[in-house]
């Protein structure tokens, strides 16, 4: 599985920015999609998540805030973030969890985008 990030930039506090994610490859092994960012000095920290089944989870952080979506088509990846806050700044990387193999003896993969750089100016 490939990963491509986009979107992003400078967005202002209170303001929104989407970003999106392409993916190629054995979509159809995927079962989940994250969206980590990583702020400066800190680790990767999950904000929000999408079964195959379209089934969402977001962190409490960004629960009301942030919307993660993905194509009938499962080909693309999107994350709208709203009421933007400075803290939001990150490095954003989309993550594919994918499984495959047959019943008992499965196999899990994780694959990452290059990341999307998102800056929110106060």
């Known amino acids: 599985v490939q990963l491509v990030e986009s979107g992003g930039g400078l967005g202002q506090a209170g303001g929104p920015l989407r970003l999106s994610c392409a993916a190629s490859g054995r979509i159809r092994d995927i079962e989940t999609m994250p969206w980590y960012p990583q702020a400066p000095g800190k680790g990767r920290e999950l904000v929000a998540q999408i079964t195959s089944a379209y089934t969402t989870n977001n962190s409490d952080s960004v629960k009301v805030r942030f919307i993660i979506s993905r194509g009938n088509d499962k080909n693309t990846l999107s994350l709208q973030m709203n009421s933007l806050k400075y803290e939001d700044t990150a490095v954003y990387y989309c993550?594919?969890?994918?499984?495959?193999?047959?019943?008992?003896?499965?196999?899990?993969?994780?694959?990452w985008g290059q990341g999307t750089q998102d800056r929110v100016s106060s």
């Open positions: 993550d594919a969890h994918t499984v495959w193999g047959p019943v008992g003896r499965k196999s899990a993969s994780d694959y």
